[in-house]
């Protein structure tokens, strides 16, 4: 059983678009988080939400909406596609007083033509 | 600004030899440091941690130093299996917010 899905796992589209990935945690967790990696490997937070509550709200384009329907879901829609938003896409989650160890989904590869 | 460091991109050793990699962070304000691994076409896994109030921590193969007046930290694995052959990511981050900031990886190549 995965602990951290995310769908799709790939996601080709054009600029302009509309998207959504799609993220469950079946650990329990309250704390759920995403992550975009660039071309420079670097794994930068975007979000997380703690209980379906927004806590980290990095400087990202409004373009980027992240949505928690309950504690074990967290997605993450993104209108109007740019070339720039290219990179792989991580979904994790940690529970309580170890907040700062987190359990990672495999990763969305997102690219926009 | 690149607060998390990994300066060096690759490490190739021998399998049996001793693994050393390093981390360099800028902020003092860090007082958790974690290791993960990851291999290709999977998310990052946690491999070990120390709060900054320890300099050691050690769990089988792995062991992490910490140098606090340094800002340093490094992962030792002894002895290094074919297995452990990926990216290894340093992260820090403060006061259990769960916002940890990244290094950008070392890729380790364990030969057998």
């Known amino acids: 059983d995965t602990a951290v899905s995310q769908t799709p796992k790939y996601l080709v589209t054009q600029m302009g678009n509309d998207k959504s990935i799609k993220c469950e945690q079946n650990?329990?967790?309250?704390?759920m988080y995403w992550y975009k990696q660039d071309s420079k490997k670097f794994l930068k937070i975007m979000f997380s939400y703690n209980n379906k509550e927004l806590i980290i709200n990095e400087t990202v384009p409004n373009r980027f909406s992240p949505k928690s329907p309950d504690k074990a879901h967290l997605n993450l829609h993104i209108n109007s596609l740019e070339l720039g938003d290219s990179a792989v896409y991580f979904c994790?989650?940690?529970?309580?007083?170890?907040?700062?160890?987190?359990?990672f989904g495999a990763g969305t590869r997102l690219s926009v033509l | 600004d690149q607060q998390v460091k990994q300066n060096s991109p690759s490490l190739s050793v021998q399998e049996g030899r001793i693994s050393i990699l390093n981390c360099d962070y800028t902020?003092?304000?860090?007082?958790?440091f974690l290791w993960y691994k990851k291999y290709p076409a999977e998310g990052p896994t946690f491999l070990i941690s120390?709060?900054?109030?320890?300099d050691k921590n050690e769990d089988g193969r792995f062991t992490v130093f910490l140098n606090k007046s340094a800002k340093h930290l490094s992962l030792h694995i002894v002895p290094s299996q074919p297995g452990d052959s990926a990216v290894y990511f340093c992260a820090a981050s403060y006061s259990n917010a769960g916002k940890s900031t990244f290094g950008d990886g070392t890729t380790l190549t364990v030969k057998p």
């Open positions: 902020n003092s304000m860090f007082d958790y």
């Open positions: 650990l329990g967790h309250d704390t």
């Open positions: 120390i709060s900054s109030i320890k």
């Open positions: 994790a989650s940690s529970y309580g007083q170890t907040k700062n160890i987190q359990y």
